[in-house]
């Protein structure tokens, strides 16, 4: 200890605690500044909006008057929507990652795929909206349908379920498994009874977050030809049929003035949608939740 200079350690010291004091309060403001951003638009959405959410608001298809317009078609095409695009993206979702993490041998083939996955979280959804064009609408001739914008968002979402799925399977620990295969199990019956039921939580918190995403999107349904404004509600998964993005999106670009809190009453609409869809599944994480 003799060899260690005491003013030298307390100058680096007292250098690195006015750092850590800058960054914390630089990290405050910014924490500051975006809650503020975000309870200015909730405070303007919610002002201009709360006074079109009345019994004909949700009856009431969309109209070229402000006053009789509606959300009904938007609203019911939305859950259309999500019928598809929850199961097909969780289950071959967390299909992949079950594969991945438990079966898939680790080799540069392994790798390789798993790198390419988390790349295709990032990519602009709009590219997405030009395979499911490509794919969905032209060559398997579903048009601008429920079941292929269904599928169009499934892809969109799906790196984002795959990679959340892996991280939740990866936390599980390798004790348990050893234990099940201790007492006999087989390797699917220690996925199906011991990991999955421990990964849940995290499975959902992926998948909270990419169907929430998929909810708001726009961009993919402009580009596969969904309409605007119809004035009936889908009969069955290849009926044509509108969204709450597409509906708020028309809304808002009108040049009338009226037409601006039709559509803040139409996202308050979309966020209490992704509010309730958000507690079902917060739900079912806490109820499945298991701690080690």
Not at 10 to 27: A, D, W
Not at 154 to 175: G, H
Not at 204 to 219: K, W
Not at 263 to 290: C, D, H, P, Q, T
Request: without cysteine; aromatic residues 12%.
């Amino acid at each position: 200890m003799k060899y260690i200079n005491h003013e030298s350690v307390v100058k680096r010291m007292i250098s690195r605690l006015t750092i850590n004091k800058v960054f914390k309060v630089i990290f405050f403001f910014a924490t500051l500044f975006a809650l503020l951003t975000l309870a200015i638009l909730f405070y303007r959405i919610i002002t201009q909006g709360v006074g079109y959410l009345t019994p004909e608001f949700f009856q009431n298809f969309s109209s070229r008057f402000p006053a009789k317009a509606g959300i009904k078609a938007a609203l019911i095409g939305s859950i259309w929507l999500m019928f598809v695009v929850a199961p097909v993206s969780i289950i071959l979702g967390v299909g992949t990652a079950i594969y991945l993490e438990e079966y898939a041998k680790k080799n540069k083939l392994s790798d390789f795929i798993r790198m390419n996955i988390s790349n295709l979280a990032g990519v602009p959804s709009v590219v997405f909206g030009l395979l499911g064009l490509t794919i969905f609408v032209r060559a398997l001739s579903l048009g601008n349908s429920v079941l292929a914008a269904g599928f169009t968002m499934s892809l969109l979402i799906l790196p984002v379920i795959i990679v959340a799925s892996q991280e939740a399977i990866r936390a599980v620990p390798n004790d348990v498994r050893e234990a099940s295969y201790g007492m006999g199990a087989t390797k699917w019956q220690t996925v199906v009874k011991i990991v999955l039921p421990s990964a849940i939580p995290g499975i959902l918190t992926g998948a909270i977050l990419a169907l929430s995403r998929a909810v708001g999107e726009t961009a993919p349904l402009i580009v596969i030809g969904i309409p605007v404004i119809i004035q009936f509600l889908p009969t069955g998964l290849l009926s044509q049929f509108t969204a709450l993005p597409m509906q708020i999106y028309d809304w808002a670009k009108r040049p009338q003035q009226d037409f601006q809190f039709v559509a803040a009453a139409g996202i308050l609409v979309l966020m209490i949608f992704l509010l309730i869809m958000n507690s079902i599944a917060i739900f079912i994480r806490n109820k499945f939740s298991k701690r080690y």
